[in-house]
């Protein structure tokens, strides 16, 4: 690493200083609480129904369909048990294969084996960090065949059932062409679309292109219950299972505890609702300031001639983690020692799932843009400076 490039990272960090008023530790993304948070928060407490009755969850879900755009929603404890239950209604069994990305966070791929799945993980596009649709078709025409109307892996035998492309820190993938695909080979379409809250492709919001889509409300996401998720669709039978699936099966019944199948206490309790429903008040506030802060970064980075990822073509990205593209894993590396030395958190992307000790035999197509990425993606500072 040369001496030039050194001085330009003190030159990144003082601008991060600077962003964030010269704190002495500036994290990656912390949650910000300037709306109703406490009074909902006391008038849950006062109610007693902290847990999982209260009409702070079904208020929520009532909200964040509408500002989705989608018919319905389900509230859950986090993103995985969303994504569990939707792999679930997709059919997902131990005889089904899903198809997702390697570079995503690890509950992608862990949500597929809870249903005894199997992953197959295809490439990304380089300037979405989402599944490629491409890739996508490439594999599909040399790999599989089509019998019962099922697309069937000719090595594996094993149904392809679903496809669970992910929006990667808020930049939608191309997921009208993955769409398309999916119809065309009836694979049911689940967007992993928890870091993509406001985030939209063609004007539509992420999550509402496939059957179902989940979003995350953990304490990292852009908006947060503490924990929490939601699963949305247009589609009311799966609305309806998905609700009875995440509160035990349990049969509406004044006082006899009925359950017609095994379910999972996957409800959202009403407590982490009250917070939620405060934080959702101000998501538009939260989008334009960060997408704000993304112009600075982009201007900045521009005259340093360092690349910044910027919204892929026809979306408006919610920016919900900044990144910068590096030119190679060692100017890489060098960044995030500099940065994490001197109080400013940086983070590389994550280890692709294929390199898991636990997805490491898993069916894989060329990987060379996920591979690519992983090397050189590191995620900045990204909090809301409202
Ligand atoms: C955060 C996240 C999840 C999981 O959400 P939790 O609420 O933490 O369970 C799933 N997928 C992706 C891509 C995520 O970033």
Same mark, same amino acid.
């Given at each position: ?6 001085n ?10 600077k962003?964030?008023?010269n ?23 006062k109610s007693?129904?902290?847990?999982t009755?209260?009409?702070f ?7 964040i369909?509408?500002?989705?755009g ?20 997709a059919?997902c ?6 198809i997702?990305?390697?570079l ?19 490439d ?21 065949i089509k ?11 094993k ?16 997921i ?8 065309e ?8 679309a928890?870091?993509?809250?406001g ?7 992420t ?11 953990n ?5 947060t ?32 505890f009925?359950?017609?199948k ?13 917070l ?11 989008i ?16 340093i ?17 900044? /990144?910068?593209? &590096? #030119? %190679?894993? *060692?100017?890489? +590396?060098?960044?995030?020692?500099q940065?994490? @030395? ?21 069916? /894989?197509?060329? &990987? #060379? %843009?996920? *591979?690519?990425? +992983?090397?050189?993606?590191v995620?900045?500072p @990204?909090?809301?400076?409202?």
């Amino acid at each position: 690493m040369s001496k030039k490039n050194e001085n330009i990272n003190f030159k990144v960090i003082n601008f991060i200083k600077k962003l964030y008023k010269n704190k002495k530790f500036i994290p990656l993304h912390e949650p910000k609480f300037i709306g109703n948070e406490k009074k909902y928060l006391n008038e849950c407490i006062k109610s007693t129904f902290v847990s999982t009755v209260g009409k702070f969850v079904s208020e929520f879900e009532y909200e964040i369909a509408k500002f989705t755009g989608s018919r319905f929603a389900v509230a859950t404890t986090n993103g995985t048990s969303a994504l569990h239950i939707s792999l679930i209604l997709a059919g997902c069994n131990r005889y089904s294969e899903v198809i997702t990305q390697p570079l995503t966070f690890v509950a992608t791929a862990n949500a597929i084996s809870y249903c005894n799945a199997e992953p197959v993980f295809i490439d990304v596009d380089r300037d979405t960090m989402g599944l490629s649709p491409s890739s996508l078709r490439f594999f599909l025409e040399k790999n599989t065949i089509k019998k019962n109307n099922q697309c069937i892996n000719k090595k594996t035998k094993k149904v392809i059932k679903a496809c669970l492309p992910m929006h990667s820190y808020g930049h939608p993938c191309r997921i009208k062409e993955i769409k398309k695909i999916c119809d065309e080979y009836n694979i049911f379409l689940i967007e992993d679309a928890a870091e993509s809250l406001g985030s939209l492709y063609k004007n539509k919001h992420t999550g509402t292109f496939g059957k179902l889509g989940i979003i995350s409300f953990n304490g990292n996401k852009i908006i947060t219950a503490g924990g929490g998720g939601c699963i949305i669709t247009n589609d009311k039978v799966l609305a309806k299972k998905a609700k009875h699936l995440t509160t035990t099966s349990k049969v509406s019944h004044n006082w006899e505890f009925n359950h017609d199948k095994i379910g999972f206490n996957y409800r959202m309790p009403n407590i982490n609702a009250a917070l939620l429903l405060a934080q959702l008040e101000k998501i538009n506030d939260f989008i334009k300031n960060k997408r704000n802060l993304a112009e600075k970064y982009q201007a900045f980075f521009k005259s340093i001639n360092y690349n910044f990822f910027k919204e892929p073509k026809d979306c408006k990205s919610n920016y919900w983690l900044n /990144c910068i593209i &590096l #030119k %190679n894993k *060692r100017q890489k +590396e060098k960044f995030l020692e500099q940065t994490n @030395s001197n109080g400013v958190m940086t983070r590389p992307t994550w280890i692709l799932m294929n390199k898991l000790p636990m997805y490491k035999d898993a069916e /894989c197509t060329d &990987l #060379k %843009n996920s *591979r690519w990425l +992983e090397d050189r993606i590191v995620n900045i500072p @990204s909090s809301v400076t409202l």
